[in-house]
């Protein structure tokens, strides 16, 4: 599986390594990496499977363990264990990952807006929106439009240009997300099983107790994904952990850049003096 990344900073220096959500790319990263490169260490921004530059399974397959495999493989081409920060899809990923492993993986974990504990109507909410429009956009400003809608408490940006960076433009010239269309066909809302998630809860909570590395939570106070009671039932799992409760929703780091960035430096540089 080919995977696309971009580095900040000195090769050299302990590594960071950045896993966005689902349906995102490496580029949701971009001010949070650059500042993290400037705190001394190498901040590394990954596509996943079946997103942004990344190959797309021929297969489909996009389960759990092969987010984590892919993982893994770039881990494995690190001279040291880096510390990873995940939010929602690549937080499970880095979950699974750090949980299973039988030799340490990774220096640290940060964990953004997601735990073993997930809201379904939140989750169902992201998948409603990433399924909408199949036939995609005719320009980045309509595109802008319906992002807009979706995050409704952000002022929508004046300059769409940043927005190539999450779409594709097709033959046919019409604004496609940047993430394989077989992706839907797996996280399908109707597919939920309630049993099946709670079974999935159980053992990412198991997961969560066999963490030996220092954790962080970053939690969005208005998240309809993870909710109070599911952020202290991880906390409850990983005593020690620590935990930052920001203003923000779901997509954390877009919301409250700033103080997201302040808070996992800070982490860095505390996992670093150890």
């Known amino acids: 599986m080919h995977i696309a ?11 960071v390594l950045f896993l966005h959500g689902g349906g995102q790319t490496r580029h949701a990263w971009g001010g ?11 901040a590394i921004t990954m ?12 297969s489909g397959d996009y389960d759990t363990e092969g987010f984590v495999e892919d993982l893994l493989g770039v881990i494995a081409q690190l001279p040291s264990p880096p510390i990873l920060v995940g939010a929602s899809l690549g937080g499970i990923a880095a979950l699974h990952a750090a949980g299973e492993a039988t030799t340490p993986i990774a220096r640290g974990l940060v964990l953004v807006d997601v735990t073993p504990r997930l809201e379904i109507p939140g989750v169902l909410r992201i998948l409603t929106f990433m399924r909408a429009h199949p036939d995609g956009f005719a320009s980045l400003e309509e595109a802008a439009d319906f992002v807009a809608s979706y995050l409704p408490h952000r002022p929508r940006p004046r300059d769409v240009s940043g927005l ?8 046919d010239d019409r604004w496609r997300w940047h993430w394989d269309p077989a992706l839907m066909a797996r996280w399908d809302p109707e597919r939920y099983d309630v049993a099946e998630g709670e079974r999935v809860r ?31 039932e991880f906390l409850d799992a990983v005593p020690g952990a620590r935990y930052v409760d920001l203003a923000a929703g779901h997509m954390v780091a877009g919301d409250r850049n700033d103080a997201f960035t302040d ?8 996992v670093r003096s150890r």
Do not use: I, Q, Y
Not at 164 to 171: P, S, T, V, Y
Not at 263 to 270: I, N, Q
């Open 164 to 171: 190539e960076k999450n779409l594709r433009r097709g033959d």
């Open 47 to 58: 596509d996943h499977r079946g997103h942004g530059d990344s190959g797309w399974s021929p």
């Open 263 to 270: 808070g996992v430096v800070s982490f860095v540089r505390d």
């Open 202 to 232: 159980t053992e990412r909570l198991a997961l969560a107790r066999r963490l030996r590395v220092p954790v962080m939570l970053v939690r969005g106070r208005s998240s309809d994904v993870v909710s109070e009671e599911g952020a202290r």
């Open 5 to 15: 990344a971009d580095l900040f900073g000195d090769d050299a220096a302990p590594a």
């Open 32 to 42: 949070a990496a650059a500042t993290v490169a400037g705190a001394g260490c190498l």
